[in-house]
């Protein structure tokens, strides 16, 4: 980061984020841009009244004194001369405590402005939905309104409607100032009419609110009681929110309590008028002002929300958050972050505490002290169990809170809020140490998770930097056979999949689908190490061997089949392979000691986009990940109840922003998908599309030589664990997907000899798109090797690690959904012929048996010297579930704190699936 960029993101970042949240919730609520707008010049106003108070009476303050101090000045300087003025002078301005830098008062208003103005300005020039969006007269909130024209000249009415409003308010304001603070007032709407006179009507619409609210205010300032009218204005608001929580359709009880609360606070005032509040008051304002409170308890809550939840989420998989093709070190986030939350709550909440009398010094100093404190408790104790998470901070389902967890939150939050008011009132400097222990505690445990991230991304870029480009070897006149791992792949859509797309049947032609297959795990992790290595690789027989590493055991499965075909004369080639070294990115050098082995690393080296859309996508990655990690930590540690609104579906209210304003350009929030239902997304997913263009780049990738030589391929991809929602009919990732009308009229297709797969909710449908996708272009892979010659001649085995639980089946065995367990497995064996299905009971673990069926005598693992063949599989099937799936959660010797579950049959049927318990016997 450079100084400048460090500097922005200090100063101006935490204001934009604030404008462009505010603006994103008010119109997610209230559906109408025009009307967001109102309300994000209401909230501001309101949120900084206090600051220009302050700043008038910091002015009225400095006009004051210059008129006190005038005279004498008059008649020194007519007096005297030179140097001799000048000491006079500065004698003068020690004699009344006065310095010539108090002069600047007078402009504190303006210096006010000019940040809220630039957040305002960058986030409403740029949003894409005010464009060709209406609001009363104006046309077009996304462009200048041009209401009439005088040749080519565009008469903007807006900008001079703000010019003239903010005149009258400023000869209202300004009456009986001085001539100079009034040709400030004025030259200032001078200014603001030229800056904003072509700018889009939203902006200058929200600039002219604000000065009607300026003028509103200044006239409120003249009344005899104006504290009374500002009260009944508050209590009116508060009206109409109770009426729009009741009116506004799609409100679930949660909004309807933010309301509710948001309603209290407005209407808190009017009640003020007929109840005494002294005691309270006096109870709240307790103590004298104390910056050191207020500065500590800012300093841990940044640290909080800037370094120890973004670190801790980075730490738990660093390698998720580097972009392969253009290395980003991943600490740089959290100084990002960092340096976002010190100018959220350091910086911009001094700036409100000098700005506060003593009274609010205090109230706000007692404030972030208890801020502190739900802070921790919120991040500590609730929303810990929400689901599996990807580099986007997205969940692979939306946390969903009942009224429980809301209840429980609220009473724990009153309990912290009570307790730490009684300590920060009676105690203060117990309060003090436990600030600064907590700000140790913090800046122990982030320095700690920070070394991690950097030694983790050193030791990625050393094995990284001479990653070339993936090759697929194949021969016309050799043996080739591929085994490709599509990682997650749902066995049990394999019909839907085909019955939706019967062209598939011609391009799979020769393969067998064995639908009654089963896995011995539930993620990559567990269930991946017997595909590759067999059925001694199985969570088990793994669990048997408790003197070694899981990490050691499972790249021994991963180095099984390429040493064994590399050692029976095959020419073999790795791609991806699934954890190698227990690395998110493969860690290939578990191959150095076989040099002959060709290993790549293909996922994040393609791009579906065209070069003026894509260069790399890392500065999207970036920009995403600065602004989200610092949303994510103010959502994590956010009471409860707000924590749906602030996670807003893994889109943290990122508004659609303009880059370049070239049509259809890939931004930041691009590459996070919202779904929204079963039939509408907008963006991509960025894992996905990696994932996904690997497939695309196939043909690319594949060498055919017309030599004798014999190859082998061990390939694995994500793009079936990807799940994001695509546009049909042709399954591909689009900005905007609409498919509400292909749902309808192709329901029948989820329905196969009259079994109906469970499509109703969006998970389900999501992986069946991603599936569906992979199929598709495994199909035009397919027609390729044909064409090349290249099909007769090689067995090429589909087979997935695992699958998921979505429900579609209702196979479960005592409350645990068993779709986990029903992987992919699809065969082509040379020369064969037609699409065809076999009822044989068969595992993934059988995929090296298949793999070197006829082509190596007698197999046998050249790590153990055990003999390779499915014998095991005819006897008891010990399956393993655990919420551990990280490789993180198991790096120690044996799978712990799972369940176990025995498989005596036909995996489809429930009845089959027995429950055995945290331990075999």
């Given at each position: 980061m450079s100084f400048l960029s460090v500097l922005y993101t200090l100063i101006l970042s935490p204001l934009e984020l604030l404008f462009e949240v505010v603006f994103t919730i008010a119109n997610r609520i209230i559906g109408n841009p025009g009307l967001s707008i109102i309300f994000l010049s209401l909230a501001f106003n309101f949120l900084v009244l206090p600051l220009y108070k302050r700043a008038d009476e910091l002015q009225a303050e400095e006009r004051d004194i210059q008129a006190k101090m005038a005279p004498r000045l008059k008649r020194i300087k007519s007096t005297f001369k030179g140097d001799e003025r000048f000491f006079m002078i500065q004698e003068y301005y020690r004699i009344n405590h006065y310095k010539p830098i108090y002069q600047l008062k007078s402009s504190v208003s303006l210096l006010l402005q000019i940040p809220f103005f630039i957040a305002a300005y960058r986030l409403l020039s740029r949003m894409q939905c005010l464009q060709g969006m209406s609001f009363g007269f104006i046309s077009d909130l996304g462009k200048e309104d041009a209401t009439f024209m005088i040749g080519s000249f565009p008469v903007n009415i807006l900008p001079i409607l703000m010019t003239l409003i903010n005149i009258v308010s400023g000869i209202i304001y300004t009456k009986g100032h001085p001539l100079k603070s009034k040709i400030q007032v004025y030259g200032l709407a001078l200014v603001f009419l030229v800056l904003l006179y072509h700018s889009p009507s939203g902006l200058v619409f929200y600039w002219l609110l604000n000065n009607v609210f300026s003028l509103v205010k200044n006239i409120f300032y003249k009344l005899k009681n104006p504290r009374k009218a500002v009260y009944i204005l508050f209590a009116v608001a508060g009206i109409g929110i109770t009426i729009m929580t009741f009116v506004k359709e799609g409100l679930d009880l949660r909004q309807k309590i933010l309301l509710w609360i948001g309603v209290l606070l407005l209407i808190l005032p009017l009640v003020s008028l007929k109840i005494s509040f002294k005691k309270i008051s006096g109870i709240v304002t307790a103590g004298k002002k104390d910056y050191g409170l207020f500065f500590s308890s800012a300093v841990l809550m940044a640290l909080i929300s800037g370094v120890?939840?973004?670190?801790?989420?980075?730490?738990?998989?660093?390698?998720?958050?580097?972009?392969?093709?253009?290395?980003?070190?991943?600490?740089?986030?959290?100084?990002?972050?960092?340096?976002?939350?010190?100018?959220?709550?350091?910086?911009?909440?001094?700036?409100?505490?000098?700005?506060?009398?003593?009274?609010?010094?205090s109230v706000f100093s007692k404030a972030m002290w208890i801020c502190c404190g739900i802070s921790v408790i919120d991040y500590m104790l609730f929303g810990t169990k929400l689901g599996t998470m990807n580099w986007a901070l997205q969940y692979d389902k939306a946390p969903v809170f009942g009224v429980s967890d809301y209840a429980l939150n609220i009473i724990a939050v009153l309990a912290v809020t009570v307790l730490f008011a009684a300590v920060v009132i009676k105690l203060r400097k117990i309060a003090k140490t436990v600030l600064i222990i907590g700000i140790m505690?913090?800046?122990?445990?982030?320095?700690?998770?920070?070394?991690?991230?950097?030694?983790?991304?050193?030791?990625?870029?050393?094995?990284?930097?001479a990653s070339e480009m993936p090759v697929i070897p194949l021969s016309r006149n050799g043996k080739n056979v591929i085994v490709l791992m599509l990682d997650r792949s749902e066995g049990l859509q394999i019909p839907y999949i085909f019955n939706e797309k019967p062209e598939l049947k011609d391009q799979f032609d020769g393969f067998t689908y064995y639908p009654?297959?089963?896995s011995f795990g539930q993620s990559t992790i567990v269930g991946s190490p017997a595909l590759y290595g067999g059925y001694e690789y199985t969570p088990q027989k793994l669990n048997e061997r408790a003197n070694e590493s899981l990490r050691d055991k499972h790249n021994e499965a991963l180095k099984v089949m390429p040493v064994l075909f590399g050692k029976n004369g095959y020419n073999v080639t790795v791609i991806d392979p699934s954890y190698a070294n227990y690395q998110e990115i493969p860690d290939l050098s578990i191959y150095d000691d076989y040099p002959d082995i060709n290993c790549y690393l293909a996922e994040g080296k393609y791009s579906i986009f065209s070069d003026n859309t894509d260069d790399t996508g890392s500065d999207r990655l970036k920009s995403t990940l600065n602004r989200n990690l610092f949303c994510f930590s103010l959502m994590k540690s956010a009471p409860v109840i707000l924590q749906e609104t602030l996670y807003n579906g893994g889109l943290y209210n990122e508004s659609d922003l303009k880059t370049d304003g070239s049509e259809g350009a890939v931004t930041a929030s691009s590459l996070i998908q919202y779904v929204s239902g079963i039939s509408k997304s907008k963006g991509y997913l960025k894992s996905f599309i990696e994932c996904y263009a690997v497939l695309l780049n196939l043909d690319e990738m594949t060498s055919i030589s017309d030599g004798t030589e014999n190859n082998f391929l061990m390939m694995a991809n994500d793009t079936t664990h990807s799940a994001c929602l695509l546009q049909q009919p042709d399954y591909v990732p689009q900005y905007y997907v609409d498919n509400t009308a292909y749902d309808v009229d192709m329901e029948s297709r989820y329905t196969v000899d009259g079994v109906t797969m469970n499509m109703s909710e969006q998970y389900p449908v999501i992986h069946y798109h991603a599936n569906m996708a992979t199929f598709i272009q495994l199909g035009k892979w397919f027609d390729y090797l044909r064409k090349q010659g290249v099909w007769d001649n090689t067995r090429i085995i589909l087979v997935s690690d695992h699958a998921r639980g979505l429900g579609q089946f209702d196979i479960t065995c005592e409350g645990q959904d068993m779709e986990f367990y029903f992987p992919l497995l699809m065969v082509k064996d040379f020369n064969s012929k037609g699409f065809s299905v076999s009822q044989e009971s068969m595992t993934n673990a059988d995929t090296p048996v298949i793999a070197t069926n006829g082509l190596i005598n007698d197999p046998a693992n050249p790590f153990t010297g055990n003999p390779i063949n499915s014998d095991p599989k005819f006897g008891i099937r010990y399956i393993y579930y655990t919420d551990f799936i990280s490789a993180a959660d198991n790096s120690g010797n044996t799978f712990e704190h799972g369940k176990w579950y025995r498989l005596d049959g036909d995996p489809h049927v429930p009845e089959n699936w027995k429950y055995v318990g945290e331990k075999l016997p």
């Open positions: 120890l939840i973004p670190s801790a989420v980075i730490n738990d998989s660093p390698q998720e958050f580097i972009d392969v093709v253009n290395p980003y070190n991943p600490f740089l986030y959290i100084v990002n972050s960092g340096v976002l939350a010190i100018g959220s709550f350091v910086l911009w909440g001094s700036i409100f505490y000098f700005f506060m009398s003593d009274k609010a010094k505690t913090v800046i122990v445990i982030g320095a700690f998770n920070s070394v991690a991230i950097i030694d983790n991304y050193k030791e990625y870029s050393g094995r990284t930097e009654n297959t089963n």
